[in-house]
């Protein structure tokens, strides 16, 4: 396996950290930096400063939360939304999908768009492609007029089965193409059926696309001359270019790379079959990987449901930093709410009172007094335990000792269930897993969480701390494809099907050859969403020829839904994923980081430096493993041990054994 010819660096931007993994063609650094949400350019330049690259030729792939944030806090681009007549308040309507079905009177959803901002026009096509209202010149002139005097950042035009034909958005694009507006249309962003879907999509793109462009152009200038990518929420990298110009593309940039990082330690030590759990400082993502990564295009960010291709995890908003209170009924809660990176948790002594489970895990001795988290954040156990004891007065007396536990009782609980969603309401038995946890905090809870799914397996990586930035060392650049046809398999020839998707590779193949990759290198897969005829929801699978795909979805239908129909199967949409083969770098050689073990561990607990562990050395818990980046809390009956690469693999010995 070759070394890089340069640096790599992957670059996970966290709500509490933002992480650093270099891999310099030798060994492997890492390193962690208070995130600066204001503005995270901040915080990945002190950190490459940190590291000694900046300004260095380089390759860096980076993990943005940028187009997130901007959706979950409302403050995206002044964005215009242009329908055809009568589908103004397309957005608006949605679904009509009721989130509390027994609430006669719920609150009205967030309105996207508001509906001065909704323009109606002509150029409207029929199911079957014929034109059943033309595009005028005068149209054309007065939408010209209308989104002029709007004086929008960008525009999103959705109109309907442009997904067949385009020639009516491509006409309005050219038209307001003068104007200073970004303008999305969806039959570029997502050439696929169901117009509401495609027209959040292609709003949620044009809503982020301006900020993505400023902060990228930025960013890419000031880490000249290291050349930039972008994780994608499928898993593949992109270039600065192509990323600010599709930035629903990145509503889940880290956690995919983390899924990413999971996945290539895992297959290092011979693991497929996983179940993920990353917790960070405001979030926990939990995923199922069983080989591949699975892609969903049922995602959602916020309230919107965003359909193009995305790593299928569930996330919930329990984190080191989730913030604990007492309501007014004497009842313990934790989260959703976080203390984030400002103030953060009282134990970092940046300011913050309230308890986190970071504070319970203090107090509790998980996380021992003096320790320095990333190298360089020392443990105040003392604004630890004040901030517990409040919650514990409030709970009536309890003593400090017990509210810590209720907190982490509490998370373990949220996160439980998470794991539960995507492992038991699918059919799928945990058991036959292994819980890889990863994250700051993962660690702390993996023992306690793996035993309540009844898992004997465990595994923490060496990098837990931060293998969402590893994960982006090892993303490969690339893209992903996707166009409707809706027939009837029956009714397709091979060379049918196959002339689609080999139409949508070369699209993909041009582009990363644009950026420079060789040919050669360039992996192509086809797959089809496929459904019994009449059917709302389709399954993805690789295509290879009628029967075999035929074959497999009925399979698939019977382990995931418990049944078959005899009914004609229908081809949804064709998909195809075009990506660069790369040789992963060999993250074997560490290097070693400055770790102060804390003085006083906690009573009865073994504390041990995880860089220090001879490899196969077996620890018995409780004990508690320390790393300049994460802190791992082995519980009493769970043995440990490290590999030669420092990973900790974790078992529980069942009552058979």
């Known amino acids: 396996m070759s070394s890089p010819a340069v640096p790599i660096i992957g670059i996970d931007t966290g709500g509490t950290f933002t992480d ?26 002190a950190g490459l400063r940190a590291l000694g690259v900046l300004a260095q030729d380089a390759r860096i792939v980076h993990g943005s939360t940028v187009a997130t944030n901007a959706v979950l806090e409302g403050k995206g681009a002044h964005t215009v939304f242009i329908t055809n007549y009568g ?50 010149v005068g149209e054309m002139v007065a939408l010209r007029r209308a989104v002029a005097a709007l004086a929008p950042e960008a525009v999103a035009v959705c109109l309907l ?19 200073p507006s970004l303008v999305c249309l969806s039959s570029e962003v997502l050439p696929e059926v169901r117009e509401y879907e495609r027209g959040m999509a292609t709003w949620l793109n044009a809503y982020v696309g301006p900020l993505m462009q400023r902060y990228l152009t930025a960013l890419a200038s000031q880490v000249a001359p290291a050349r930039l990518s972008v994780m994608q ?20 940039s880290g956690p995919a790379g983390g899924l990413l990082g999971a ?53 919930i908003g329990a984190g080191g930093g989730s913030l604990a209170r007492v309501d007014a009924a004497g009842l313990l ?12 948790p009282a134990c ?22 003096g320790l320095e988290l990333g190298g360089r954040l020392r443990i105040d156990a003392d604004a630890a335990h004040a901030a517990v004891a409040r919650i514990a007065e409030a709970m009536g007396g309890l003593s400090v000792a017990a509210a810590a536990r209720g907190i982490v009782a509490i998370a373990n609980d949220h996160m439980q269930q998470a794991l539960r969603v995507i492992s038991v309401e699918r059919g799928v038995d945990p058991r036959d897993y292994t819980l890889v946890s990863f994250g700051g ?79 050669a290198s360039l992996r192509v897969r086809y797959a089809v969403d496929i459904c019994y005829r009449g059917q709302s929801h389709a399954l993805t699978l690789p295509w290879s020829d009628h029967d075999t795909v035929a074959a497999a979805f009925r399979a698939e239908h019977l382990r995931r839904y418990g049944h078959t129909l005899e009914r004609a199967l229908e081809v949804v949409n064709l998909r195809v994923a075009v990506d660069v083969e790369l040789a992963a770098p060999d993250f074997s050689a560490v290097a070693d980081e400055p770790l102060r073990l804390p003085s006083t561990p906690a009573a009865g607990t073994l504390v041990y430096e995880q860089g220090r562990l001879a490899p196969g050395q077996p620890l018995a818990g409780p004990a508690i493993v320390l790393s300049a980046v994460a802190t791992t809390y082995i519980e009493s009956g769970w043995l440990a041990h490290a590999d030669a690469a420092g990973n900790l693999h974790l078992s529980r010995p069942t009552a058979a054994s």
């Open 20 to 45: 650093f993994v270099l891999h310099d063609g030798v060994r492997v650094r890492t390193h962690k930096e208070l995130s600066t949400p204001d503005a995270p350019e901040r915080a990945i330049l």
């Open 87 to 136: 589908f103004g308040d397309l957005l608006t309507i949605g679904r009509q999908a009721r989130a509390a079905l027994y609430d006669l009177t719920p609150p009205p959803p967030p309105v996207p768009v508001p509906a001065d901002h909704c323009l109606e026009t002509g150029g409207r096509f029929g199911a079957h492609g014929e034109v059943v209202e033309d595009l005028s």
């Open 161 to 179: 089965f442009a997904f067949q034909d385009d020639r009516f958005e491509r006409r309005i694009g050219e038209v307001l193409a003068s104007l």
């Open 233 to 252: 929420s499928s898993g593949l990298s992109a270039a600065p270019d192509f990323a600010a110009r599709h930035g629903v593309h990145l509503l889940l």
């Open 263 to 315: 996945r290539h330690v895992a297959n290092l030590v011979g693991c497929e079959r996983l179940l993920t759990f990353d917790m960070g400082g405001t979030s926990t993502d939990v995923a199922l990987i069983d080989g591949e990564l699975s892609l969903s295009a049922e995602g959602k960010v916020g309230p919107y449901p965003v359909a193009v291709p995305m790593v299928d995890m569930h996330t």
């Open 333 to 344: 809660h934790v989260g959703p709410q976080s203390a984030g990176a400002a103030p953060g």
């Open 348 to 369: 970092y002594g940046l300011g913050g009172e309230a308890a986190t489970v970071t504070d319970a895990n203090v107090v509790l001795g998980r996380l021992p007094a």
């Open 441 to 519: 905090a993962g660690g702390l809870h993996v023992c306690a969480l793996a035993a309540a799914l009844a898992m004997t397996r465990a595994l923490v990586p060496a990098q837990a701390g931060v293998l969402s930035a590893l994960g982006m060392v090892v993303a490969r650049p690339g893209r992903h494809l996707s166009h409707t046809l809706r027939c009837l398999l029956a009714s397709l020839s091979e060379t049918d099907v196959l002339h689609g998707l080999e139409r949508l590779a070369r699209g993909g193949c041009d582009a990363l050859l644009a950026e420079g990759h060789e040919r």
